[in-house]
């Protein structure tokens, strides 16, 4: 494939691609994978292995979170909340919150910076 039908992050532009595919799992690990990187925003896949999870912090600008396969808890100001395959969640912007695998799972982090 030539090099300018593929994004800045190596995903192919204009074609379908299978978002559970996009990311693999590692055992005892959170796996990243930068989709789209912007002034604008991000668009970032993760795999967690169960257990795994992102201590309680704060990001300046609304998160959405599709949840892709598997089963996450999201605590957003101390409320847990579960997050399932299929379903989504916006963590808003400056509120403390967490994510930990109940099941190890894979999600979809979109940030809008503007």
């Known amino acids: 494939?030539?090099?300018?039908?593929?994004?800045?992050?190596?995903?192919?532009?204009?074609?379908?691609?299978?978002?559970?595919?996009?990311?693999?799992y590692q055992k005892g690990s959170i796996v990243s994978r930068t989709v789209i990187d912007k002034k604008s925003g991000t668009v970032t896949l993760f795999a967690f292995d169960e257990g795994q999870g992102l201590?309680?912090?704060?990001?300046?600008?609304?998160?959405?979170?599709?949840?892709?396969?598997?089963?996450?808890?999201?605590?957003?100001?101390?409320?847990?909340?579960?997050?399932?395959?299929?379903?989504?969640?916006?963590?808003?912007?400056?509120e403390p919150h967490a994510l930990r695998a109940v099941k190890r799972f894979k999600m979809m982090l979109v940030m809008i910076r503007e």
Do not use: W, Y
């Open 1 to 24: 494939m030539a090099e300018s039908t593929k994004s800045d992050a190596g995903f192919p532009r204009g074609q379908a691609m299978l978002l559970a595919h996009t990311v693999d």
């Open 55 to 94: 201590s309680e912090h704060t990001a300046p600008f609304d998160a959405l979170v599709c949840i892709i396969e598997g089963e996450a808890q999201i605590t957003i100001s101390g409320t847990p909340r579960s997050v399932q395959e299929g379903e989504m969640l916006i963590m808003p912007a400056n």
